[in-house]
């Protein structure tokens, strides 16, 4: 897959099929559209092609009320790998983009750029300052400049399949609405850093993981899961939480004890897979309580782990 950023020189003069969007998560409805675009790309003869923002739009138009993001950008373009997309385009969202006109981005990006043969976006897509471009104004510049338009749905039976709506999920702790609207296991990325070592006082060491500060997370609790380091899988009992036990108002902190692991994973970038929700945080009358119910969770874990194992599939997305 081909992956080109804003001041990369563009390359190819091969036509596309173009699916337009964050892609946030890369949830089914993402998924059936890329699906389509795939198979729209061969019946055209042409690169299955992503046009993406980072960071999101929403995140420059209005940062203090943009969502949180599922995924990072590596993340997703991963999975548009995975989901056999031929090229990607990344542009940089900036004030500067944001006051680009929906027909000079048509004109740049889709016709100068990808050489586009057909564009293919959600029923609900606008582009452009101030939003002003939309399906018919895609629909319009396709009959003038030679290319198709082909607006996919995105609804599911009985909600919307939306980034918005597995947000919601994880935000009640509903793990498995979450797997169904995301058509897999919700995975958070982060880098391993020091913490107080709070956890190997106890007797369970954690690796504490350090994310994007706009990361969307679960509610706050304590969570079976597992993580892959150099291609084998550990249980991970996780914690989501601030620490009621020693803080009145710590920071929020995710912190994953990876079960029978002894290597150090400092500086490392791991990838944890929620797998159930085992119980909220909570605080207890004395360390050696809670000690004795982290070791419950990390029994949990283990079982559960071991359960999911035999269908390693579900372990991945």
């Excluded at 019946?43 to 980072?54: G, I, P």
Aim: net charge negative; hydrophobic share 40%; glycine share 8%.
């Amino acid at each position: 897959m081909i992956v080109r950023y804003d001041g990369e020189p563009d390359t190819s003069s091969e036509p596309s099929v173009v699916a337009i969007g964050v892609f946030d998560g890369l949830h089914r409805g993402h998924q059936a559209v890329l699906e389509q675009l795939v198979e729209l790309a061969r019946s055209y003869h042409a690169l299955a092609t992503v046009v993406t923002f980072d960071p999101p739009p929403a995140s420059v138009l209005a940062p203090d009320l943009a969502p949180h993001l599922l995924a990072t950008i590596d993340q997703r373009l991963e999975r548009f790998n995975e989901l056999r997309v031929d090229q990607v385009r990344v542009l940089t969202f900036s004030d500067e983009l944001a006051k680009e006109t929906a027909a000079a981005f048509i004109e740049r990006v889709l016709v100068n750029e990808l050489h586009a043969r057909c564009v293919i976006i959600g029923d609900d897509f606008h582009f452009g300052h101030n939003r002003e471009g939309n399906v018919e104004t895609l629909r319009v510049a396709g009959e003038a400049n030679g290319f198709d338009l082909v607006v996919a749905a995105t609804h599911g039976d009985t909600d919307r399949w939306s980034s918005t709506a597995v947000r919601r999920a994880l935000a009640d702790g509903d793990l498995a609405r979450a797997e169904e609207i995301l058509g897999g296991r919700f995975t958070l990325r982060g880098t391993v850093v020091h913490g107080d070592e709070r956890g190997e006082e106890l007797g369970f060491p954690t690796a504490n993981l350090q994310l994007a500060k706009d990361q969307a997370l679960p509610a706050e609790g304590v969570y079976a899961g597992a993580v892959a380091v150099d291609e084998t899988w550990w249980p991970a009992a996780i914690s989501i939480g601030r620490r009621p036990q020693f803080y009145e108002d710590g920071d929020l902190l995710v912190e994953v004890h990876l079960i029978g692991y002894q290597g150090n994973l400092y500086g490392r970038t791991l990838d944890v897979v929620f797998l159930d929700r085992l119980r909220d945080q909570t605080t207890f009358s004395n360390e050696v309580e809670l000690s004795d119910q982290i070791g419950r969770d990390v029994a949990t874990t283990q079982q559960l782990f071991d359960t999911y194992s035999e269908i390693a599939s579900k372990l991945l997305r």
